[in-house]
Structure formats: structure tokens, C-alpha cells
């Protein structure tokens, strides 16, 4: 979630830098870049034919630290 808000953040600097500028033809650019990747990455997670729920189920267990965990040295 971070990710796209980091991507949608420098998308929106790199516009609004390029519109305060002239750059008209370079924010229709990015702004269609934007629209094609949207969609593209919404058929790929459609494509999957996985449901969340299905996909959390898949994750592997977590191995906590602590006392039993991993970095227990009398484990």
C-alpha cells in the first residue's frame, strides 16, 4: 500500500512540476502512462483467478521471535 502511495505521490510532483512549466504534452503523457498501468495492473490481479481470502490462506506462518523463536539460543 505503501508502494502505491509513494508511486502516485511522485506521479503527482512529476505532473504538477511539468504543467508549472509548459510541459502540457508531458503531463498528458503521464497522466496517460498512469491510466494504461492502472488498468494493466488490474487485469494482472484479476488474471490470477485468486481470491484475497485465498491468497492470505497461501502465505506462509511467521516464525516470531522470542522465546522458542528463531534467535532463542537454548531453542
Do not use: Y
Not at 510541459?23 to 488498468?39: N, S
Not at 484475497?52 to 528463531?70: F, H, N, Y
Amino acid at each position: 500500500m505503501t508502494a502505491i502511495i509513494l508511486i502516485g505521490l511522485t506521479a503527482a510532483v512529476i505532473l504538477g512540476v511539468s504543467l508549472t512549466f509548459g510541459g502540457a504534452i508531458v503531463g498528458a503523457i503521464l497522466a496517460a502512462v498512469l491510466i494504461v498501468g492502472g488498468i494493466v495492473w488490474l487485469v494482472a490481479l484479476g488474471g490470477s483467478g485468486k481470491t484475497p481470502g485465498q491468497v492470505a490462506r497461501e502465505a506462509p506462518d511467521q516464525e516470531l521471535l522470542g522465546p522458542g523463536g528463531p534467535d532463542d539460543p537454548n531453542r
